[in-house]
């Protein structure tokens, strides 16, 4: 089904085909985000993602990388996320050599001059702005500084304005000069793409610097009771998300934790969306899952919910996560769980955007590759048993967090309910 390659500079390599479709994606993973940057240069690392597309050696005139992508159809767009950074490109099997050139030229040979970046620092700081106007952004960038305080791991992946301010055209080649080197990247091409791509793939990122990339520190475990962190903002609905320390990626019992997370909040039959919007009407949206990194994890429970309900809310919360602790889950919901994930692993990666990221994640965080048919036999052995004790495991006060975005609320009452859990 895939074909990875291992080059002698480190890069690796995945080709993924697919049948029935005339299309491909180009996506190239970096080890590289927010968590491995200092106070000093926060931000960076998105920011440089911004810069890719400034202009390169090849395609000096800002704005010609996108020009010339439009104009034969293709769909791009780049991330950056407190892990990874990521860059990618869709396109027709026809259009797959200026997909690969541009793709590459914008990562071996950026400009990152002085004056696009003074230019840029105005795009930047308008969307950091955008997401803290945004509520649901917002609450879960002060949940994560909950957990974490102030370390990289509880820092804003875009930084802040005034560091943003402060950034030079060397801070950006000295940290590209560090992190964007073959040892740490991975690019993987999917989908239905001309004979011959992984050569000219490897010829086209062959100028990729070659040693070692500079590493995440070790995150700081700062959390010794229940936390609640909260911003009074004049929304139409609070925002809130409790939140429990997990685990990280490489746990043995992620599999049981994204069963508890589907059957607990993972879809519209789920419980907490039967019992708090369809039989209470007191949420436009809740869900609940795991956010997994390579060195910690949380399983959280998100919300809108009127001003006024926050409480009662919260209440159905704790009260079916007791009855997980207490009772557990049926044979029918874990069968129905597994079947959800089946069903929509199967739709979701129709896609090759979703095919090439499946693997590539996998390759970047040095995970053994399993084919999503695996991944999903994994998960449909979980037991009934395993999601109880895992239930019971991270569902504690000690572990709980909550962060609230909207009207003032009584913290000595969230309190009293969070040491009921």
């Known amino acids: 089904m895939y074909k990875l390659k291992k080059l002698s500079s480190g890069l690796k390599i995945l080709s993924v085909p697919m049948k029935n479709t005339g299309a491909f994606t180009l996506l190239v993973l970096v080890g590289t985000g927010s968590k491995y940057e200092t106070k000093k240069i926060n931000g960076i690392s998105h920011f440089?993602?911004?810069?890719?597309?400034?202009?390169?050696?090849?395609?000096?005139?800002?704005?010609q990388v996108h020009r010339e992508l439009d104009s034969v159809g293709a769909q791009h767009n780049a991330f950056t996320s407190k892990e990874i950074t990521g860059y990618w490109v869709k396109a027709a099997k026809e259009n797959f050599d200026i997909g690969l050139d541009i793709v590459s030229d914008i990562l071996t040979k950026p400009?990152?001059?002085?004056?696009?970046?003074?230019?840029e620092k105005g795009v930047v700081i308008q969307e950091i702005r955008m997401r803290n106007d945004d509520p649901m952004s917002r609450v879960g960038y002060i949940f994560e500084k909950l957990l974490w305080g102030d370390q990289p791991a509880g820092w804003e992946i875009a930084g802040d304005e005034a560091t943003i301010m402060t950034f030079r055209q060397k801070d950006f080649l000295e940290y590209f000069s560090s992190q964007y080197v073959a040892k740490n990247s991975v690019v993987v091409i999917a989908g239905n793409y001309p004979f011959g791509a992984e050569k000219k793939i490897e010829r086209a990122f062959a100028s990729l610097k070659?040693?070692?990339?500079?590493?995440?520190?070790n995150i700081k475990e700062i959390q010794a009771s229940l936390g609640i962190a909260?911003?009074?903002?004049?929304?139409?609905?609070?925002?809130?998300?409790?939140?429990?320390?997990?685990?990280?990626?490489?746990?043995?019992?992620?599999?049981?934790l994204d069963m508890l997370g589907v059957i607990l909040g993972g879809n519209s039959s789920s419980r907490l969306v039967f019992e708090v919007r369809e039989k209470l009407g007191l949420a436009y949206y809740i869900g609940a899952g795991s956010t997994l990194y390579t060195d910690s994890g949380y399983f959280e429970i998100f919300a809108g919910v009127p001003h006024d309900k926050v409480?009662?809310?919260?209440?159905?919360?704790?009260?079916?996560?007791?009855?997980?602790?207490?009772?557990?889950?049926?044979?029918?919901?874990?069968?129905?769980?597994?079947?959800?994930?089946?069903?929509?692993?199967?739709?979701?990666?129709?896609?090759?955007?979703?095919?090439?990221?499946?693997?590539?994640?996998?390759?970047?965080?040095?995970?053994?590759?399993?084919?999503?048919?695996?991944?999903?036999?994994?998960?449909?052995?979980?037991?009934?048993?395993?999601?109880?004790?895992?239930?019971?495991?991270?569902?504690?006060?000690?572990r709980a967090n909550l962060a609230l975005v909207g009207a003032e609320q009584d913290r000595e009452r969230l309190t009293k309910l969070l040491n009921k859990v």
Do not use: W
């Open 311 to 398: 409480e009662k809310v919260l209440e159905v919360v704790i009260g079916e996560i007791k009855k997980i602790k207490n009772d557990g889950v049926t044979k029918e919901e874990l069968k129905k769980a597994g079947d959800f994930l089946r069903g929509t692993a199967k739709i979701s990666l129709e896609n090759s955007s979703s095919l090439a990221s499946f693997f590539a994640e996998q390759i970047i965080f040095k995970k053994p590759i399993l084919t999503p048919e695996a991944n999903l036999k994994k998960l449909e052995k979980v037991t009934a048993g395993e999601i109880k004790k895992i239930a019971n495991e991270i569902f504690t006060s000690a």
């Open 111 to 119: 400009l990152l001059s002085e004056e696009e970046i003074e230019k």
């Open 210 to 217: 070659k040693g070692s990339p500079n590493c995440m520190g």
């Open 48 to 63: 440089l993602e911004h810069m890719f597309f400034k202009g390169t050696a090849d395609r000096p005139s800002p704005g």
């Open 230 to 256: 909260s911003e009074k903002k004049e929304n139409e609905a609070a925002n809130l998300i409790l939140g429990f320390k997990g685990f990280d990626m490489y746990s043995p019992k992620r599999h049981a």
